[in-house]
């Protein structure tokens, strides 16, 4: 049997290193030097990367000193090849191994059993390059990956060249595909609905392949582009996770299988339509980044690993506006006026929110030119003279007057049948040419892969944000991708998130003290491909406290809560129409990007008071939130917890809610994790202010850690727990923990 890798051989442009010479760090001592390392703060990733072969992950984990890993001492077996088949990071048919394929080409019919080599390695100071080609098939894959000493995750990404004379379709690329160790048994998936977006889903590993595909154009409500994996034994606070979660906001597949040979592959990437990707002589496609978390602390560890990465590596880098703090407390103005706008109603809100300490004022829809509905003024943005007679800049003068930035909500990608532009220009959506539009909240979506569309409403978003004071927008998108067909009927799904990003990154270099929330009916575009450009994410339509519990611990599991936008909701949920306390909207939206999203004129002047007490607390204790390490603590059927401790550890913020009656007359003690086992606390009830037990007896108790008076070290509090007062359903209790010295 032929190689078709053929031999390796250096690049124009690059250092060959990886084969022989210096050691320069690549290599262990005593270790082959086609074996490659890349190493976290206590993660590593150990590659095969030896000269003409696919390149094969060895170990992917706690770090390891030897050179015997399992897959390189694996031997045939009867009824099977006569040779090992070994899995690679593109996973190509020239392998001949029987899994799923994460690459699938053709070039007229021909090269679909592509086999890449490795031709070059090239290796800097936290990053690793493989360059890997098939010069028969003539493709190149070009795969980086990227550590940081701060965390566990460790970012791949991948690059498919063309470097043949004629065209290349590309029918899969997936970013890659990685192997697990066999102990490795559950997956922990992600789905959910609008208003009920970040659920999780543990299942055991079966054989086979589990496999999740989202074609919605958008990836969160249903099927957010992340997956964990983890042994059987662990939960949050122990065990072996693993983590992958693609950076990608459109269509997606990721995949977890169990082949006959034991082994358990795991990979993620881009979905693609049919002839959606064509590349032409010449030509590349770079695919989305792929961010590879480990923890053998549990998922708590898992997650506190994907928060660092994203607020150190992805998110951007910058306070964008240095006199404010960094991510200010919103107050939105959707709930509270829908599409009904009044100077005089926007102004008294205003007041309201600034009284109650909101530092942002956000005019949410129905601003525009005919928005008095869903049903008209998408794609028109003009500020409605109709209801602005002088444009914006009254309610922005009067925002400004009171202290706050104003931000202002868009849906760039969007256009309403009953638009201007659209009676203009109707040729300008993605529609299939041989179908009926979809009707979906009346509106299509422009087809941003057309220049002139491009500049159009780019231009337009320029101009709104050059003619009037605004620090902030609220991008939206509402609805699916269900024909995404240009002009020519060709589908261009993939493109067209390349061109709302390219939309993003040339206003935020345009105008870059503007801030950005990443938004999509709520939480349906929250990967961090979008949160790469914005410094938040709306994470779901639901403002409901009890319902938000949920959404947030489910999302939690990768987004730090910095990014996580939290609204104080109406006392009415207008979701779900339940009922809640104040005191408990205020405590659940503490634990997030806070924000209020009310019709302050509704609420009762007890509650703005509670309301105004809980921001300043919140402030108070806001780099503490969105600093430190976020552990979840408990999720029964009668009780959540969740906390925020210091890096130092000096400092911490606990809240446990009571969701229902207890089984027990008296709570269990709430086990705190996070904090140094030696040092003293001194823990005090911070919320609700003032508050007393429905039960007599226990109010002792309450003016005890009321008063701060009750002092306990880090281990006793993790390991037999800290005894709270019995409460009603629906109750927030909150505590501060602060290190005696």
Not at 139 to 156: C, K, M, Q
Not at 568 to 574: A, L, Y
Not at 684 to 706: E, F, G, I, T, Y
């Amino acid at each position: 049997m032929s190689n078709r890798c053929g031999q390796a051989r250096p690049l124009a442009g690059h250092d060959f290193i990886a084969h022989g010479g210096a050691d320069n760090g690549l290599v262990q001592k005593g270790r082959d030097m086609s074996i490659v390392t890349l190493s976290g703060r206590n993660v590593q990733l150990v590659v095969n990367a030896r000269s003409g072969q696919p390149p094969l992950i060895l170990h992917w984990g706690a770090p390891v000193a030897g050179d015997a890993f399992p897959e390189m001492l694996r031997h045939p077996v009867p009824g099977r090849e006569d040779v090992v088949l070994r899995p690679s990071l593109a996973m190509e048919p020239g392998l001949g191994l029987s899994a799923q394929p994460g690459l699938l080409i053709s070039r007229n019919r021909r090269d679909w059993d592509v086999l890449l080599g490795v031709e070059v390695v090239e290796r800097q100071p936290n990053k690793i390059r493989l360059i890997c080609a098939d010069q028969h098939a003539e493709v190149r894959l070009i795969y980086d990956f990227i550590s940081s000493e701060g965390h566990n995750v460790i970012t791949a990404s991948a690059r498919l060249e063309n470097i043949g004379q004629s065209s290349l379709a590309v029918h899969r690329a997936l970013t890659m595909t990685l192997p697990l160790p066999p102990h490795i048994s559950d997956i922990i998936g992600f789905s959910g609905l609008w208003a009920g977006e970040f659920q999780t889903e543990r299942i055991k590993r079966f054989a086979g392949a589990w496999v999740r595909e989202n074609r919605r154009g958008r990836g969160g409500h249903n099927d957010w582009p992340s997956m964990m994996l983890a042994d059987a034994s662990t939960d949050e606070h122990q065990g072996d996770a693993y983590g992958l979660h693609l950076g990608w906001s459109g269509n997606s597949r990721l995949s977890v299988e169990t082949l006959p040979e034991n082994r358990i592959l795991a990979s993620a990437g881009a979905l693609f339509f049919p002839g959606e990707i064509v590349l032409q002589a010449g030509a590349h496609i770079d695919l989305p980044a792929l961010h590879l978390g480990w923890s053998n602390m549990g998922l708590n560890g898992l997650s506190q690993s994907y928060h660092e990465h994203i607020r150190q590596d992805v998110m951007p880098q910058r306070s964008l506006q240095p006199e404010r703090p960094e991510r200010p407390v919103h107050y939105n103005s959707w709930e509270a006026v829908y599409f009904d706008h009044d100077l005089d109603t926007l102004a008294q809100l205003a007041d309201l929110a600034a009284e109650a300490g909101a530092e942002r004022f956000v005019l949410d829809d129905g601003w525009f030119k005919g928005r008095r509905s869903d049903q008209a003024g998408l794609g028109d943005w003009q500020v409605d003279t109709r209801v602005y007679p002088d444009g914006l800049t009254p309610l922005i003068d009067h925002v400004h007057s009171l202290g706050m930035e104003f931000g202002l909500w868009v849906e760039p990608e969007m256009v309403n049948p009953d638009s201007d532009l659209y009676r203009a220009h109707p040729d300008w959506i993605l529609q299939s040419t041989a179908r009926e539009p979809i009707p979906f909240r009346n509106q299509h979506l422009l087809d941003l892969t057309r220049s002139e569309v491009f500049d159009h409403i780019y231009d337009a978003l320029d101009r709104l944000l050059c003619e009037n004071p605004i620090g902030y927008l609220k991008w939206d998108m509402n609805r699916d991708i269900n024909h995404p067909a240009n002009a020519l009927g060709l589908a261009v799904a993939h493109e067209q998130i390349r061109a709302v990003y390219a939309m993003v990154d040339r206003l935020r270099q345009a105008h870059p003290a503007v801030a950005i929330e990443g938004c999509s009916s709520g939480g349906g575009r929250a990967d961090l491909g979008i949160l790469q450009r914005t410094e938040r994410i709306w994470a779901s339509d639901n403002n409901d406290a009890l319902e938000r519990l949920g959404i947030q611990w489910g999302a939690s599991h990768m987004l730090p809560l910095c990014a996580t936008g939290a609204h104080v909701g109406p006392r009415i949920c207008h979701i779900t129409g339940r009922i809640l306390p104040m005191e408990l909207r205020v405590a659940v939206a503490m634990f997030g990007n806070m924000g209020i999203e009310a019709d302050l004129r509704q609420e009762s002047d007890k509650d703005r008071m509670a309301l105004a007490r809980a921001i300043a607390l919140y402030k108070q204790h806001r780099d503490l939130l969105h600093q430190g390490d976020f552990y979840r603590l408990e999720r029964e059927t009668g009780h959540l917890a969740v906390g925020v401790v210091s890096k130092a550890r000096d400092d911490a913020l606990f809240m446990r809610v009571n969701l229902a009656e207890s089984a027990f007359a008296i709570p269990s003690p709430l086990r705190l994790k996070g904090l140094d086992a030696e040092q003293r606390y001194q823990i005090s009830l911070v919320w609700p202010d003032a508050w007393c037990a429905p039960n007599r007896h226990a109010n002792k108790l309450v003016q005890q850690l009321q008063a701060g008076e009750i002092i306990m070290t880090g281990a006793d509090l993790m390991h037999s727990g800290l005894q709270l007062p019995v409460s009603h359903p629906q109750t927030a209790l909150m505590l501060h923990l602060q290190a005696m010295g």
